[in-house]
């Protein structure tokens, strides 16, 4: 981990150096210790590949046709410490993927949460952004809902009907809306292109707060049309307080993506939203939410 000079001299006479003045890095647990495999100073504008490093960490498990899973444990600096990774990679080949809106109440829009999923789907997991309803575009069974939203770094994600999954830039949503099966919004872009990292990820000052810590949720695409899923949940103290919002930025978010082989990807409402279901035939693991939300995103075998 590079330092800042102030923090080498500190370090050169054996005093411990604040955490302010390290330079932000990720590590991932390998038999033994920790690996560090990426650095703030350091970090990719673009990652053209999965990051063996990172990769080789999971061990994938079969759910169901069409569904795998595994996890990584990861630290960082601060209150990042110890982060649990859970990934999901999804075969649109073999599921079928459905919007859940949950009627509107009175005041705000109904609420849903993952163990509420139907029998059927061996995947859900909170999908977009929202206030008091679901943010942006949305589309079910071909009908739209509600319409596009309007951000720079707030693309589509889109299910066209032979169940191909795309990102799709939001100055090109206009285009394709008639084409979409299913459709949300969601916020900020994460990669885009063949692994771009955006410049407001970069660099201070572009409109995005790249020092806030929180629980993550990302969903992107892998270049061969697979969906990945990830989650991030505070691993210290043994997981008993995993819900506790606390977690990565968006800059370590995106390194996250990249690394796990996504060439596009956004991120997915986090903190106390961020949840997710995986049913084998075993039963399903359940990672819930502190707050029920207001759109989910579930599989369904064809």
């Known amino acids: 981990m590079r330092l800042a000079a102030p923090a080498v001299a500190l370090a050169l006479i054996g005093l411990p150096v604040p955490a302010a003045m390290r330079e932000p890095a990720l590590a991932v647990r390998v038999p033994g210790g920790w690996e560090t495999w990426w650095q703030a100073h350091a970090a990719p504008s673009a990652w053209r590949a999965a990051l063996p490093a990172v990769t080789d960490r999971v061990v994938w498990k079969q759910a169901s046709p069409g569904v795998e899973w595994g996890e990584l444990s990861l630290s960082g600096d601060g209150e990042a410490f110890r982060v649990r990774v859970i990934v999901a990679r999804l075969d649109p080949s073999l599921l079928r993927f459905e919007l859940v809106k949950p009627v509107d109440g009175k005041v705000f829009a109904g609420r849903w949460s993952v163990d509420e999923a139907a029998d059927d789907a061996v995947f859900a997991v909170n999908a977009g952004q929202f206030t008091d309803q679901p943010w942006g575009w949305v589309v079910q069974d071909g009908v739209e809902r509600q319409a596009p939203g309007r951000g720079p770094l707030a693309p589509g994600v889109v299910v066209d009907g032979n169940g191909?999954?795309?990102?799709?830039?939001?100055?090109?949503?206009?285009?394709?809306?008639?084409?979409?099966?299913?459709?949300?919004?969601?916020?900020?872009?994460?990669?885009?292109?063949?692994?771009?990292?955006?410049?407001?990820?970069?660099?201070?000052?572009?409109?995005?707060?790249?020092?806030?810590?929180?629980?993550?949720?990302?969903?992107?695409?892998?270049?061969?049309?697979?969906?990945?899923?990830?989650?991030?949940?505070?691993?210290?103290?043994?997981?008993?307080?995993?819900?506790?919002?606390?977690?990565?930025?968006?800059?370590?978010?995106?390194?996250?993506?990249?690394?796990?082989?996504?060439?596009?990807?956004?991120?997915?409402d986090g903190g106390i939203s961020s949840q997710m279901m995986i049913r084998s035939a075993a039963g399903a693991e359940v990672w819930t939410g502190w707050r029920r939300v207001a759109l989910g995103l579930v599989a369904v075998p064809r």
């Open 164 to 268: 191909v999954v795309r990102l799709v830039s939001p100055d090109s949503l206009s285009m394709i809306r008639g084409e979409a099966r299913v459709a949300f919004q969601s916020y900020p872009t994460l990669l885009s292109g063949d692994g771009e990292v955006p410049l407001p990820l970069q660099l201070d000052g572009l409109g995005i707060d790249r020092e806030h810590r929180d629980a993550r949720l990302a969903l992107g695409l892998q270049r061969d049309g697979k969906v990945i899923i990830a989650m991030t949940r505070f691993e210290a103290l043994g997981g008993v307080l995993a819900n506790i919002p606390l977690g990565l930025t968006t800059p370590e978010m995106a390194a996250v993506m990249g690394a796990l082989g996504a060439s596009s990807a956004v991120l997915l």
